[in-house]
């Protein structure tokens, strides 16, 4: 079983909608979650951490439920620009490794006018 | 400022070349990183370095040696790629190698073994 499930889309989406993905993580040991957004071609840019009491940024919240261990990005009003693929990304202490990053496989969204 | 820098940005080499790849950070992280990307995949974790001491080996092939000279700096040395090698290579650090941090990606360096 993979440790970070998330949907590969791709989603296409006209400007100004609401969009949601989500991803699942196996270890129940996992820390902590991120959001990382990467443009093609570019690094992945962190977008935000995700917190169990849900945190907000400007037109993007993320969720996290430990007890289901899902974990949500919602973007609201999209913009061109909202065009990337995102990660899911979780760490995870694994025996005497102290903190490891997970990867989701990405999911593409596209934004278009 | 949480920027890693990353030469060269694109490197062509051959089969027998030997080539270095460089990463930088100055806001004091403790833990370096390099990953190997490939098309349409998340990156994949090959070396960490805490306090400037190998951590972590995902049993990367001898052909890439890693060297972090000092705090600041992650090398990663290159000898007798396989075309299969071409990727985008990325540095990331973090404040230490902790699960509870995030980790800051450099803008990578993108390899083609011909």
């Known amino acids: 079983r993979k440790e970070v499930e998330q949907d590969p889309g791709p989603f296409n989406v006209p400007e100004g909608a609401t969009v949601a993905f989500n991803c699942t993580y196996s270890?129940?040991?996992?820390?902590?979650f991120f959001w990382y957004r990467q443009d093609c071609r570019k690094e992945p840019k962190l977008l935000m951490s995700?917190?169990?009491s849900g945190n907000e940024d400007g037109r993007f919240t993320a969720q996290l439920n430990r007890a289901s261990q899902y974990i949500s990005l919602l973007i609201r009003d999209s913009k061109l620009s909202d065009s990337a693929t995102y990660l899911c990304v979780v760490n995870t202490p694994r025996g005497s490794t102290l903190g490891r990053l997970y990867f989701g496989r990405g999911t593409q969204l596209t934004v278009w006018p | 400022d949480t920027e890693v820098t990353q030469t060269p940005k694109h490197l062509v080499m051959g089969m027998t070349n030997k080539k270095s790849l460089k990463c930088e950070q100055h806001?004091?992280?403790?833990?370096m990183y390099w990953y190997k990307q490939k098309a349409k995949k998340p990156p994949e974790l090959m070396f960490v370095?805490?306090?400037?001491?190998?951590?972590i080996n995902e049993s990367v092939p001898s052909r890439f040696s890693p060297e972090c000279p000092n705090s600041s700096l992650l090398n990663l040395h290159l000898h007798a790629l396989q075309p299969e090698d071409s990727a985008l290579y990325l540095c990331a650090s973090s404040h230490d190698w902790s699960s509870y941090n995030e980790q800051f990606f450099g803008p990578g360096t993108r390899l083609t073994v011909l």
């Open positions: 370095y805490s306090y400037e001491k190998l951590s």
């Open positions: 806001m004091g992280h403790r833990a």
């Open positions: 270890n129940s040991a996992s820390q902590s």
């Open positions: 995700v917190y169990s």
